[in-house]
């Protein structure tokens, strides 16, 4: 059955490692993810085929929000930027924690367009990989 993508939400550790406060960055209005692998040429001159294996998994993450200056989500994710740091985010479906990672986030922009709301923008890539909660 087809999935409402409302939700569905990008939650980010505002606590501790050893004491972990998940909150949702406020206001999602989109929120996506992209795994891929990188493909590694193994064909030689023995065949015309092509043959290819798997090479480096990698993931990342877009965020689109209403931006709430004081909300924490977007908070641990601005200081996060600021300070070069990585973040623990997790997936969220029907407030059910499904898979969460370490993330660096790459960009952060916000836009303030004249008569409009305004947005933020945030990209992370995934260091390492998703890890179902709970395992």
């Known amino acids: 059955m087809?999935?409402?993508?409302?939700d569905i939400l990008l939650m980010v550790n505002v606590g501790?490692?050893?004491?972990?406060?998940?909150?949702?960055?406020g206001s999602q209005r989109d929120f996506s993810r992209e795994e891929t692998t990188e493909e590694i040429d193994a064909s030689?001159?023995?065949?015309?085929?092509?043959?290819v294996i798997a090479g480096r998994y990698g993931s990342t993450i877009s965020l689109e929000a209403l931006y709430?200056?004081?909300?924490?989500?977007?908070?641990a994710l601005r200081n996060a930027m600021r300070n070069g740091d990585?973040?623990?985010?997790?997936i969220s479906d029907e407030n059910t924690p499904t898979e969460e990672a370490d993330a660096l986030i790459t960009s952060l922009?916000?836009?303030?367009?004249?008569q409009a709301e305004a947005t933020v923008s945030c990209d992370l890539?995934?260091?390492?990989?998703?890890?179902?909660?709970?395992?």
């Open 68 to 75: 709430v200056p004081t909300d924490e989500g977007y908070l």
């Open 44 to 51: 030689s001159k023995d065949s015309r085929t092509a043959r």
């Open 16 to 25: 501790t490692e050893a004491m972990p406060q998940y909150l949702a960055v």
């Open 2 to 6: 087809a999935k409402n993508g409302a």
């Open 109 to 114: 922009s916000e836009e303030y367009p004249d």
């Open 86 to 90: 990585l973040i623990k985010v997790r």
């Open 125 to 135: 890539t995934i260091d390492g990989e998703w890890a179902e909660v709970g395992s």
